[in-house]
């Protein structure tokens, strides 16, 4: 079963510049458990995220993480803390607590289709704290959301196959 994707995204203005903000839809051939394990295993990141160069996780609970990100991109390196709340298999909330931001607001839901796949719904909106980095961030952001989702695709089509059938291999670390 392909991915259909349906986009809502937008910008709106904040202080005179544009913050990024984007809203999507994905149905993919995986169930709401195995998207759920995926997006949930954050020790699992650096390996398959592009520009996530580490992470490390201070403390998780099967309900929860607080975790340290390591991005880098064009000769830029930051450290993002946040909490990561998970309700298994429905969804996983991320809230920012420490870094170059001001917010973050990411949500990924997980609903099953009816066919054995399920509908991702993803939905971030964050704002850097300079004013240069969220310049930077808005010429950028349509390309690297697109590769970023890609990339959790692709990992999702490595761990349970392109037809979602096998079971999840990355619960255990959630």
Known sequence: ?????????GRRARRNWRVPKHSETRRLPYTPEQMFDLVADVRRY???LPWVSAMRVRKETPDEALADM??????LRETFTSKVTKARPD?????Y??????YLHN?????????GGCFVDFNVDFAFKNRMFE??????????????IGAFEERAAELYGSSGSSRSSAHSAA
């Open 46 to 48: 650096a390996e398959f």
């Open 97 to 102: 607590i420490e870094g170059p931001l001001k």
């Open 1 to 9: 079963m392909p991915a259909t994707i349906l986009r809502r995204c």
């Open 70 to 75: 390591i991005v880098g991109f064009k000769g």
């Open 91 to 95: 969804s996983v909330h991320v809230e």
């Open 107 to 115: 949500d990924w839901r997980f609903r099953p289709d009816g066919e």
């Open 135 to 148: 310049m930077l961030a808005g010429q950028v952001f349509g390309a690297a959301l697109r590769k970023m």
